[in-house]
């Protein structure tokens, strides 16, 4: 079946007469329990619910393993980092990925003795040595450099992890490439509405789900039965929304790359963009966001200001066009003052590039 059927089909029950496609959110905290408490898995609102369940199978099946829904994508991260490395332990990160991930790492890993080790992305596959996890962020959010994810999983002995976030499994499959995990945050393309915030561990192997799980039992991370219905049901239109952010998003970088008052047009499916031809093999669509700098900061804020379809907004992946300047974050991504994100959403093409030629074309 083609991708998009099984977006529209993943997760959902058995049809039977009367009932709806996608049963609705499950709100408990206790299930009635009589007896056995292990006779059902729904006795207690923190260790399972149905919704979750539904949801988690769906996206399982998307990502090719099993999937553990958490509160956030950095409830997932946390899930997968902090159990997963003892002190002594060497990590290898991306140095270029999602900041959060790197300040979580200084402030509860190494403190823990846990040795971090951060390369750029396009170099990871050279720095592995001695790694006891190898985590991955590919295409890397902001910079959108890519890695061979088959290959580095050939050559570690480590567990790899893949931040799945930017490609999402319609994008990109980690575990059909060789990682042993994947990791998304759902705030973004997966549910793609910009409307709540989720996180997923996909892992290939039933133990390691298992064990994940029980990280989310101990520490409480769970994801909200309503929130977790919400992204199954948007999960339904995944193709469909990220075949228009991905058209929008290679038109805009073919655009952006034609003009000479803008430099440093980062796609992965532009043809002149770094790792576009490891990036051509090892995704299927490229995602929703383009990079660009227009140098000075007082001129991407004044591109920022003129834009009146796309919102000035951080995160991506959203049906809503938006942009931001990187930098004004502060979080160290080695990245200029004027480095413009820019995340395609699912309005018409053609406004999208209209609103961005006439902001850059601005004088105040
Ligand atoms: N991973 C990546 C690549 C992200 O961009 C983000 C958030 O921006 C996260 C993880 C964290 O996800 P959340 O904001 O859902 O906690």
């Known amino acids: 079946m083609g991708e998009g059927t099984r977006a529209v089909h993943a997760g959902l029950p058995e049809s039977s007469a009367g009932a709806p496609f996608l049963p609705g959110p499950v709100l408990a905290a206790p299930y009635h329990l009589p007896g056995d408490p292990h006779a059902t898995p729904y006795g207690y609102g923190r260790y399972a619910n149905p919704t979750w369940t539904a949801y988690e199978a769906a996206v399982g099946e998307l990502e090719g393993g099993l ?3 958490f509160a956030s994508g950095m409830a997932a991260c946390t899930a997968v980092l902090v159990p997963g490395l003892a002190p002594g332990d060497l990590l290898v990160a991306c140095s270029d990925g999602y900041p959060v991930v790197r300040a979580l790492a200084a402030e509860h890993l190494e403190p823990r003795g846990v040795e ?3 390369v ?5 596959g050279r720095a592995l040595e001695g790694a006891a996890m190898v985590w991955l962020e590919t295409p890397s959010n902001p910079a959108l450099d890519v890695c061979d994810v088959a290959a580095i999983a050939l050559v570690t002995e480590a567990p790899v992890v893949v931040d799945n976030t930017l490609a999402t499994p319609l994008g990109q499959r980690p575990l059909e ?8 945050s759902g705030s973004k393309a997966l549910s793609g509405h910009g409307d709540l915030v989720m996180g997923l561990v996909t892992c290939a192997d039933p133990e390691r789900a298992a064990a994940v799980r029980r990280w989310r039992d101990r520490t409480g991370a769970i994801p909200g039965p309503f929130e977790a219905w919400l992204a199954h049901r948007s999960l339904a239109t995944l193709e469909l929304r990220l075949d228009r952010q991905c058209a929008t998003a290679l038109a805009l970088a073919e655009l952006l790359a034609a003009r000479e008052d803008v430099d440093g047009v980062r796609y992965p499916g532009l043809a002149a963009s770094p790792g576009h031809e490891l990036a051509s093999r090892q995704m299927r669509r490229f995602g929703p966001m383009v990079s660009f700098d227009l140098g000075r900061r007082e001129r991407a804020e004044r591109f920022l200001g003129a834009l009146e379809l796309v919102a000035e907004a951080t995160s991506f992946g959203s049906v809503h066009s938006s942009a931001e300047r990187r930098a004004r974050w502060g979080q160290g991504d080695a990245v200029g003052e004027g480095f413009i994100r820019f995340s395609c959403g699912c309005e018409d093409t053609a406004d999208v590039l209209a609103d961005v030629e006439r902001a850059l074309a601005a004088r105040t």
């Not at 750029?120 to 990871?124: G, L, M, N, R, S």
């Not at 490439?177 to 998304?184: I, K, P, R, T």
């Open 67 to 69: 999937a553990v829904a």
């Open 116 to 118: 971090v080790r951060f």
């Open 120 to 124: 750029p992305t396009a170099e990871i």
């Open 177 to 184: 490439l060789g990682a042993d995990m994947s990791v998304s």
